[in-house]
């Protein structure tokens, strides 16, 4: 046999041994497909199955869900609705605020406005304050100064009356002592121009007399002492007034009773008022 035969034979071998293989590979692998169909048949109606029951929740959901929509729509609309009315009172609101706006800064301005006249009511306050001290003190100086010119006038009124009754009882007796006198100096008269005697005035020396003053009256320059001719006391004799150790001034006296005199104020030696219970004296020791 020839080497070409011989090669020949080995290749139709090989050839048989490759195709026995890949046919049983075939077979092999020919069942191992029908078993995997049945598989993927079985695992498809199972998927189809579980398909059916997740579409048939997915209808329900989605029923429920177009259910849930339909009210969210109504919902949105009716928030939408809501959104527009409060866009409308927002927009009512911002006009309000606007107007706030513009009225706060009015009362600002207004507050500023009275904070100053506050302030200048309080310092107009602060002076009338002071003045009306000032004037509580003038009116309390004024009822002092009232209530002692009332004193003062009520004694005033009380000397008034003493001395009115003091001069009207001077009048009288002044009355009768110039009756007397006229009746004195007609008897005198009558008496010297018997004798043809003229007998001069002497200069007779005060002796040491002490009073008080009982009366004044400034309109007459008046001045009343309660010491008299019981006291010694003689037409022309003159006075020294004074108060505790203060000179007051002088007079002479013009008139005397028997229990006080009537006296002339010496206006050259007027030191002060003189008053009614002064000291007067013909000597100061």
């Given at each position: 046999?020839?080497?070409?035969?011989k090669v020949f034979?080995?290749?139709?071998?090989?050839?048989?041994?490759?195709?026995?293989?890949?046919?049983a590979?075939?077979?092999?692998?020919?069942?191992?497909?029908?078993?995997?169909?049945?598989?993927?048949?079985?695992k498809?109606?199972?998927?189809?199955?579980?398909?059916?029951?997740?579409?048939?929740?997915?209808?329900?959901?989605?029923?429920?869900?177009?259910?849930?929509?339909a009210?969210?729509?109504?919902?949105?609309?009716?928030?939408?609705?809501?959104?527009?009315?409060?866009?409308?009172?927002?927009?009512?609101?911002?006009?309000?605020?606007?107007?706030?706006?513009t009225?706060?800064?009015?009362?600002?301005?207004?507050?500023?406005?009275?904070?100053?006249?506050l302030?200048?009511?309080?310092?107009?306050?602060?002076?009338?304050?002071?003045?009306?001290?000032?004037?509580?003190?003038?009116?309390?100086?004024?009822v002092?100064?009232?209530?002692?010119?009332?004193?003062?006038?009520?004694r005033?009124?009380?000397?008034?009356?003493?001395?009115?009754?003091?001069?009207d009882?001077?009048?009288?007796?002044?009355?009768?002592?110039?009756?007397?006198?006229r009746?004195?100096?007609?008897?005198i008269?009558?008496?010297?121009?018997?004798?043809?005697?003229?007998?001069?005035?002497?200069?007779?020396?005060?002796?040491?007399?002490?009073?008080?003053?009982?009366?004044?009256?400034?309109?007459?320059?008046?001045?009343?002492?309660?010491?008299?001719?019981?006291?010694?006391?003689?037409?022309?004799?003159?006075?020294?007034?004074?108060?505790?150790?203060?000179?007051v001034?002088?007079?002479?006296?013009?008139?005397?009773?028997?229990?006080?005199?009537?006296?002339?104020?010496?206006?050259?030696?007027?030191?002060?008022?003189?008053?009614?219970?002064?000291?007067?004296?013909?000597r100061?020791?």
């Amino acid at each position: 046999m020839s080497t070409v035969a011989k090669v020949f034979i080995v290749l139709n071998l090989v050839f048989a041994v490759i195709y026995v293989g890949i046919s049983a590979a075939l077979l092999t692998k020919q069942e191992n497909w029908y078993h995997k169909f049945k598989d993927l048949e079985a695992k498809k109606n199972k998927d189809n199955s579980e398909w059916t029951e997740t579409r048939n929740r997915l209808n329900a959901q989605i029923t429920t869900n177009n259910t849930a929509l339909a009210a969210l729509s109504a919902e949105v609309q009716r928030l939408g609705d809501d959104l527009k009315t409060m866009g409308d009172e927002k927009s009512n609101v911002n006009k309000q605020w606007e107007q706030s706006q513009t009225a706060l800064g009015e009362l600002k301005e207004q507050y500023n406005k009275l904070s100053v006249e506050l302030q200048d009511q309080r310092q107009t306050n602060t002076t009338l304050e002071s003045e009306n001290d000032k004037i509580k003190a003038e009116r309390d100086e004024a009822v002092r100064v009232r209530e002692d010119t009332k004193d003062h006038n009520q004694r005033l009124d009380r000397d008034n009356k003493d001395l009115r009754q003091i001069l009207d009882d001077l009048e009288k007796r002044h009355i009768e002592l110039a009756k007397r006198n006229r009746e004195n100096e007609n008897i005198i008269a009558n008496y010297l121009s018997k004798l043809k005697v003229s007998i001069p005035q002497a200069l007779i020396s005060a002796p040491a007399i002490s009073g008080k003053v009982v009366g004044v009256s400034s309109q007459f320059n008046l001045v009343m002492l309660d010491v008299g001719e019981n006291d010694q006391v003689r037409p022309g004799y003159e006075f020294t007034v004074y108060r505790g150790s203060t000179f007051v001034g002088r007079v002479k006296v013009d008139r005397v009773f028997p229990d006080m005199c009537a006296c002339i104020a010496i206006e050259e030696y007027q030191k002060d008022e003189i008053r009614k219970g002064d000291e007067a004296a013909t000597r100061v020791e």
